[in-house]
Each structure stands twice: as structure tokens, then as C-alpha cells.
């Protein structure tokens, strides 16, 4: 599986940008894809997952009432809509996906074995 994620850019806070994944290759034993972030000094941390076969999601308590992700599985494209961008969003954005995730793992960096080249994503003041 191959993952490629685009969309990422300055932008001042209070404004959006909309983050893209693309996957290819094997995506159909895929079970679910995540967004992660990494500032810079700080762990990757989890912000939103989505399932590729229902409409259940997760977001992280940062994300929630802010982003929102979604799907397109006919262009095998996940994104995550990003509203009221703050400064403490400015981070490397990651895709990730896995065919193995559960709910109790949607959130674990570490139970996904297949992730995109990041994008960066810069908040202003």
C-alpha cells in the first residue's frame, strides 16, 4: 500500500485547509486510515481515523468540532477538513493506514504499519 497525502500549507489561524490521502496498491485489505501530527519536539500523536467500510469515526480531543474526515472510496482518497486552525495545530501531517486496526487501536501510532510522506501544515498568528 502506498499513501500519498497533499494539501498542506500556511494558513493564519481561524482559516482551513483541507488535507488529502491517496492510496494505491493493495488498499483493499485496508481497514481503516488515520491522520496523525508531529510538531516538532513532541511525539506523533493521533487527530482522526475513519473506517473504510462504515461511516464511523474518531478524532482526538484537539480535533474534535474542528476537523473532520472523510472518504471517498471510489478514488480511494481519505481527507481531513480542517476549520479554526489554531497556532498549537502547526505540525508534519501524516496518513496512515492498516488492515488490522480495531477500535481499540484506531488511535495507536503503532498499530499501523503503512504511512505517507507528510505534509506540513503551518498556523500563523
Known amino acids: 500500500v502506498q499513501l500519498q497525502a497533499s494539501g498542506g500549507g500556511l494558513v493564519q489561524a481561524g482559516g482551513s485547509l483541507r488535507l488529502s490521502c491517496a492510496a494505491s496498491g493493495r488498499t483493499y485489505s485496508n481497514s481503516a486510515m488515520g491522520w496523525f501530527r508531529q510538531a516538532p519536539g513532541k511525539e506523533r500523536e493521533f487527530v482522526a481515523g475513519i473506517w473504510w467500510r462504515n461511516n464511523g469515526t474518531y478524532y482526538a480531543d484537539s480535533a474534535k468540532g474542528r476537523f473532520t474526515i472523510s472518504r471517498d472510496n471510489t478514488k480511494k482518497t481519505v481527507y481531513l477538513q480542517m476549520n479554526s486552525l489554531k497556532t498549537e495545530d502547526t505540525a508534519v501531517y501524516y496518513c496512515?493506514?492498516?488492515?488490522?486496526?480495531?477500535?481499540?487501536?484506531?488511535?495507536?501510532?503503532?498499530?499501523?504499519?503503512?504511512w505517507g510522506r507528510g505534509t506540513q501544515v503551518t498556523v500563523s498568528s
Open positions: 496512515a493506514a492498516d488492515n488490522a486496526i480495531t477500535g481499540a487501536t484506531m488511535r495507536i501510532r503503532r498499530a499501523y504499519n503503512y
